[in-house]
């Protein structure tokens, strides 16, 4: 297993602060696939925004059940926990 050295959210600042904050208020906690892109926060903001219109979009023509079921099952299909 590959270890990826991550900031915590005691260490967080600036952009990524925010992020941590923003992916908090979602979820009720900073899960691992945030944490993962912390040493980059460009990315970890890109991640956020494509997730963002892809899955929580309040005008998508695909109900957000039917989103969030996609995404677990692709994910259960790459054996990634959702």
Known sequence: MAWIRTIGESEACGRLAAIYRAA??????????VRVMSLDPGVAHASMRLYEETTVRSDSPLPRWFRELIAVTVSRLNACHY
Do not use: P
């Open 24 to 33: 908090a208020r979602r979820a009720g906690k900073v899960s691992g696939i």
